[in-house]
């Protein structure tokens, strides 16, 4: 398939590895992260780790939008669903994200209308349809996600659709990653860039990343040489004393951006003064709300919402991983009470969680190398 | 298109799975080959896209254009 297999190509990954491995510096540790959750479901899926030295550590960042959704959010959800004549639509990865009281598999079960849609302008179809109904469009997601809310909402004001709102818990990448870089548990080398989410917001606004705080960034596609490529660029800067913004993944990420995204962002959503991310607590604009102008497809106006906090579960380590201080396998319930059937925490639910990518695909591996090393 | 038991995930549509134009259609949107001869219909509102171009969709909104 093109733009799939050219960067599969195993004897390109091999040639590349060699070469990382002679970048390394000799004693030297480099960690890197990679803030979006797609990276992370390909690295494990493609075993890459493996392709690289040991002195290289992966690690995994906060980029996975259902699993920085805090459990507060999915009891507000399940309010909404349970009021008169609501119908709630939300993206298949949202179902099973537990709350304080549930997930929304078991408010649907308990008899609320919750329906799977693949993106809003299918909840806005759902609202044409049942005009005596109030649909609901949960809205998670990064700067890859809101463009596709923000033009639904733009569809709907101009069809004149009134019976559709948005719960919009849209979040932004750059204030998470600052966090990262302000705690004071983790020392990075550098980072991989979310690719979509800078097909949206461009490459220039990392350079805060470089600038400000001297780690090298390259913006990374999501198949297996994109990834490996990546982490070569990273080296050869850091051997070179650089700390610049490059982009790997120019075929489909433009310096600028997507300015027409950005603008109907603009257009229809503000910066909220601050928003809890799971695992990272409250951080200031890092997410965003419908404007004003837009209050009439605003579900935080529409439904009188509880807002309250919930506290993770105590076995819960989610927080650590989201900040990449603990692999998922070091947390205490990992692929025993927490399973991607039965997860108790949010990065076991998303197939770009971090824990799910390494439960589905990586925990063989290691187990293997356990025993040939025991 | 899965959900999160699949290889991608909608939310972040993070596998850049190319989704070619097939045709264009009136209000922004168009109809669009998303593998295997599927056509799904998606927004190309805010992308300048034609037929026979790979577009990268998201949530069934093209935010870019595969060169």
């Known amino acids: ?374 | 298109m899965t959900g999160c038991t699949g290889d991608h995930c909608v939310t972040c549509s993070d596998e850049a799975v190319p989704a070619v134009v097939v045709r264009l259609l009136d209000g922004g949107l168009a109809d669009a080959d998303v593998g295997g001869g599927r056509i799904e219909r998606v927004s190309v509102a805010l992308v300048d896209a034609a037929p026979g171009d790979t577009v990268l969709v998201h949530a069934k909104e093209a935010i870019g254009v595969v060169t």
């Open chain 1, 1 to 374: 398939m093109r733009f799939v297999d050219e960067y599969r190509d195993s004897e390109k990954a091999r040639a590349l590895a060699a070469s990382i491995a002679s970048l390394c510096e000799p004693g030297r540790h480099y960690k890197f992260m990679e803030v979006c959750g797609g990276h992370t479901h390909t690295i494990y899926k493609h075993g890459l780790e493996d392709y690289l030295p040991e002195s290289i550590s992966l690690v995994h960042g906060p980029g996975c939008p259902v699993c920085v959704i805090p459990m507060g959010r999915v009891d507000d959800a399940i309010h909404i669903a349970s009021q008169p004549e609501v119908i709630l639509t939300s993206f298949g990865d949202m179902m099973r994200v537990p709350g304080g009281r549930g997930s929304f598999f078991d408010a649907k079960a308990a008899g609320a209308d919750i329906r799977m849609v693949y993106s809003p302008l299918d909840a806005l179809k759902i609202a044409e349809r049942n005009p005596s109904r109030r649909v609901v469009f949960m809205g998670i997601g990064f700067e890859t996600t809101a463009p596709s809310t923000a033009m639904t909402v733009l569809r709907a004001r101009a069809a004149g659709i009134t019976n559709f709102s948005v719960f919009c818990n849209h979040v932004t990448i750059l204030p998470a990653i600052k966090a990262i870089l302000d705690s004071p548990d983790l020392r990075l080398d550098g980072f991989l860039g979310p690719g979509h989410v800078s097909t949206v917001i461009g490459c220039r606004p990392y350079s805060f990343i470089t600038g400000d705080y001297g780690k090298p960034l390259v913006v990374a596609g999501f198949e297996p040489l994109d990834l490996l490529q990546a982490v070569h660029m990273l080296l050869t800067q850091l051997a070179s004393g650089r700390s610049e913004v490059e982009n790997q993944y120019g075929r489909v990420v433009p310096w600028e951006g997507n300015t027409k995204a950005l603008e109907a962002i603009a257009k229809t959503m503000e910066l909220r003064p601050y928003f809890e991310w799971r695992g990272l607590g409250f951080i200031s604009h890092s997410a965003l709300r419908l404007r004003d102008e837009y209050a009439d497809f605003d579900a935080e106006r529409i439904f009188d919402i509880p807002g309250g906090r919930v506290a993770d579960p105590k076995a819960c380590q989610c927080g650590e991983v989201l900040k990449g201080v603990l692999k998922p396998w070091e947390c205490k319930v990992f692929g025993t009470a927490c399973t991607p059937e039965t997860p108790i925490g949010t990065c076991m639910v998303s197939s770009e969680g971090a824990c799910a990518a390494y439960y589905n695909f990586g925990r063989f591996t290691r187990e293997r190398v356990k025993e040939a090393t025991r």
